[in-house]
Structures are given as C-alpha cells and as structure tokens.
C-alpha cells in the first residue's frame, strides 16, 4: 500500500511539473548514492525533485522527512547524474515536493529550490 501511494504521488507530482511546461528526462534513477524520484528540464535549469507522498500529517510534513543526511544523498546521487548527462551545463536545482489526498483529487505543495547543492 504504502509503495503504491509513492508512486502515485510521484506520478502527481510529474504531472504537475509538466502542466508547467518541464519536460520529463526520467524518475526513480537508482545509483548506489541514492535514488532521484524525478529529473525535469526546462529553460536550462534541470530540477531534481524529491517527493514526498502522505495520506495524512501525522506522522509531521513531508518536506521535514528530507533531512541533512537525505539532501546529502540526493546532492550525490544528482552529481552522479550529471556527470554522463547532455545536461551537465545547465543550473541546477532541488525541489522538495509534497503530495497528499485531497477533496477532489491530490494536493501539490512544491517547495522550489528547496537546498542548495555543490553539483
């Protein structure tokens, strides 16, 4: 249940990017590093998105689930990414994307530029 719900919310979350104009070059890329949930493009900024999926705030926000240790993480995992992409001279940045049930479909709260990386 919970893996279907991440899924869903990552599926949410690329929609709404793309409803933006950003194109989508991938999602769950895997490297030993960590795992980037989404990689989006658009007017020379590639976007690496952390998302977050919770059926309620219980548990705190999802945003407050991307810690340190985790920003540290997907800093590598986007530094292995770049370094064979047709993308390496673009800006950089990491959103951190909150996705959660709502009345009437899902609720997308993206926080943009969410950290800082050293790519």
């Given at each position: 249940m919970?893996?279907?719900?991440?899924?869903?919310?990552?599926a949410?979350?690329?929609?709404?990017?793309q409803q933006?104009g950003?194109?989508?070059?991938?999602?769950?890329?895997?490297?030993?590093?960590?795992?980037?949930?989404?990689?989006?493009?658009?007017?020379?900024?590639?976007?690496?998105?952390?998302?977050?999926?919770r059926?309620?705030?219980?548990?705190g926000?999802?945003?407050?689930?991307?810690?340190l240790?985790k920003?540290?993480?997907?800093?590598r995992?986007?530094?292995?990414?770049?370094?064979?992409?047709?993308?390496a001279?673009?800006?950089?940045?990491?959103d951190?994307?909150?996705?959660?049930?709502?009345?009437?479909?899902w609720?997308v709260h993206?926080?943009?530029?969410?950290?800082?990386?050293?790519?």
């Amino acid at each position: 249940m919970k893996n279907e719900l991440g899924h869903t919310g990552e599926a949410v979350a690329a929609r709404y990017y793309q409803q933006r104009g950003y194109l989508l070059l991938g999602h769950n890329f895997r490297t030993r590093m960590g795992e980037l949930d989404l990689i989006l493009y658009k007017e020379n900024q590639l976007v690496f998105a952390e998302v977050k999926t919770r059926s309620s705030t219980g548990w705190g926000t999802a945003a407050e689930a991307v810690d340190l240790h985790k920003q540290r993480r997907l800093i590598r995992a986007a530094q292995f990414y770049l370094q064979n992409s047709p993308f390496a001279e673009a800006s950089v940045r990491f959103d951190v994307v909150e996705v959660m049930p709502a009345a009437k479909g899902w609720q997308v709260h993206c926080i943009f530029d969410a950290f800082q990386g050293s790519t």
